[in-house]
């Protein structure tokens, strides 16, 4: 019998290979750690978490975040990852934090033990010409990385340079106006400073503790993607030359151009969410949070995702995948985990499990799963579908990107618990069909 080979046996890797071990098909496994670490991983274990041991808030009592629908999502389907993480958790409020080394036996045992998964320990240089999962993640090897391009183009990135994104809602409409430079269409929502309020805020910015050294701007990698901390250190008006540019846009209140200005675009194709053009950023979050509400507008903004800079081979999703997770140009090749443009620990698992379910299907000739527009998992698809191919950056689960409601509802904590209602509803009702898909290992 044909095997799926998987490449990368970390988060999405192992979720994947297990959500086809469990459906009967076996597997070829891919990791070419311990012989070849990346830049992050330590060991030669599966599964292993590179930086923090929390995987996200879990929701509890009356607390729901879009991180909690998401797991509870990942537990109908017998989540590997979800499960392991749970055996090997340690007290963190209401985040799941986990004992990593315990929680990465766990996986290691789980699938070097399932009969129907081979774990071969090599670095996979080539695309395979049969069905594959490529699963490689932020720190794909170079051969491989590079191989990926080949087929992706350009439309591959090797860094992260990310601005922050923001609640459309959380925006203080009083202090800024809607428009295009010089009057062209109302795509941007402008946030204009004064003088005074543009030297406050050059001054908060270039003594912002970073995360990036000072002379970072030299490093090849970022030409044409400067932080914007980097930019302000050449000067006091490089940022109105730059991303601060006020040149076309009339502040309705005064009818003149302000002092400087910053804009903010539309980030997902509901429009709930707005990024900070230009504003990619080093800086360390807390810092992020305290220098960006000086901007007039933002004074109370609800970041959904803070800015990074760090190395991330990730594909542009819009452009190159289909809704599958396969490569529009490869149909045999599917994607999974961070590698397909989400980020974070538990979206990189959640696509190793809609890769992996898919693939399974692709394999038995049966027909795709659909993946609902209302739930967790589906909206990470839908983000990684619709945005702007020119826009595009990696996405965290955040209740931005679940469809907005027909009616607005007031209140975080209700508006997640909107969400969470129809998430779970949708998943059951698409999912109770076919029940086999559901559950895929009940003895875990
Ligand atoms: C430095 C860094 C810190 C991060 N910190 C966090 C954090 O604190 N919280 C968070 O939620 N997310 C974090 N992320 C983002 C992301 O959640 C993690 O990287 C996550 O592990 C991604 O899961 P994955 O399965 O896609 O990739 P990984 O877990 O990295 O798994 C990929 C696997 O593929 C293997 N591999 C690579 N190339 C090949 C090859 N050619 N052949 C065979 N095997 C190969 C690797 O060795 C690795 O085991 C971080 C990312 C980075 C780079």
Same mark, same amino acid.
């Given at each position: 019998m044909n095997k799926i080979k998987i490449i990368g046996a970390g988060l999405a890797g192992c979720e994947a290979a297990w959500q086809i071990a469990c459906r009967g098909l076996p597997v070829e496994l891919y990791e070419m750690r311990p012989a070849l670490l990346t830049p992050a991983h330590k060991t030669g274990m599966l599964a292993e978490i590179v930086c923090s041991n929390s995987l996200g808030s879990e929701n509890k009592n009356d607390r729901i975040s879009a991180a909690g629908i998401l797991k509870e999502e990942l537990e109908i389907f017998n989540s590997l990852i979800l499960s392991c993480?749970?055996?090997?958790?340690?007290?963190?409020?209401?985040?799941?934090?986990?004992?990593?080394?315990?929680?990465?036996?766990?996986?290691?045992?789980?699938?070097?033990?399932?009969?129907?998964?081979?774990?071969?320990?090599?670095?996979?240089?080539?695309?395979?010409?049969?069905?594959?999962?490529?699963?490689?993640?932020?720190?794909?090897?170079?051969?491989?990385?590079?191989e990926l391009k080949n087929i992706a183009g350009e439309r591959i990135y090797f860094y992260d340079a990310v601005a922050p994104v923001l609640m459309k809602e959380s925006i203080n409409f009083e202090k800024v106006f809607v428009s295009g430079r010089y009057g062209r269409g109302d795509d941007y929502i402008n946030c204009p400073l004064s003088k005074e309020e543009y030297l406050n805020f050059y001054d908060a910015l270039i003594n912002a503790e970073r995360?990036?050294?000072?002379?970072?701007?030299?490093?090849?990698?970022?030409?044409?993607?400067?932080?914007?901390?980097?930019?302000?250190?050449?000067?006091?008006?490089? %940022? =109105?030359?730059?991303?601060?540019?006020?040149?076309? &846009?009339?502040?309705?209140? @005064? *009818?003149? $151009?302000p002092y400087a200005a910053v804009q903010l675009r539309q980030d997902n194709a509901d429009g709930t969410l707005f990024n900070i053009v230009g504003f990619q950023t080093g800086l360390k979050w807390g810092e992020q949070k305290r220098v960006f509400a000086m901007i007039p507008g933002?004074?109370?903004?609800?970041?959904?995702?803070?800015?990074?800079?760090?190395?991330?081979?990730?594909?542009?999703?819009?452009?190159?995948?289909?809704?599958? %997770? =396969?490569?529009?140009?490869?149909?045999?090749?599917? &994607?999974?985990?961070?590698? @397909? *443009?989400? $980020?974070?620990?538990?979206?990189?698992?959640?696509?190793?499990?809609?890769?992996?379910?898919?693939a399974a299907m692709l394999m038995s000739g049966k027909n795709f799963p659909v993946w609902p527009r209302e739930s967790a998992i589906g909206s990470l698809i839908n983000y990684l579908m619709t945005t702007e191919p020119k826009h595009f950056q990696p996405m965290n689960m955040n209740l931005g990107i679940f469809p907005p409601p027909s009616q607005k509802i007031k209140g975080k904590q209700d508006r997640a618990k909107f969400f969470r209602d129809n998430a779970l509803k949708a998943m059951r009702n698409e999912f109770q069909e076919n029940s086999s898909l559901l559950t895929s290992n009940p003895s875990l």
């Open positions: 993480a749970k055996k090997s958790q340690v007290p963190a409020g209401g985040a799941l934090a986990v004992d990593r080394e315990k929680f990465s036996s766990l996986v290691t045992e789980k699938i070097i033990s399932h009969p129907n998964i081979k774990l071969i320990r090599e670095e996979v240089k080539s695309i395979p010409d049969d069905l594959a999962i490529i699963s490689s993640g932020p720190l794909t090897s170079n051969a491989l990385a590079n995360n990036l050294p000072h002379d970072f701007e030299k490093n090849k990698y970022f030409e044409g993607c400067m932080p914007v901390e980097a930019l302000a250190d050449r000067g006091i008006d490089t %940022l =109105r030359f730059g991303p601060m540019k006020p040149r076309g &846009l009339i502040e309705p209140r @005064t *009818g003149r $151009e933002l004074e109370n903004a609800e970041f959904v995702r803070l800015g990074v800079m760090h190395r991330n081979t990730s594909v542009n999703a819009p452009a190159v995948l289909d809704k599958f %997770l =396969r490569l529009k140009s490869r149909e045999n090749i599917f &994607l999974a985990g961070q590698i @397909t *443009g989400v $980020e974070g620990y538990m979206e990189s698992t959640a696509m190793g499990l809609a890769a992996g379910i898919n």
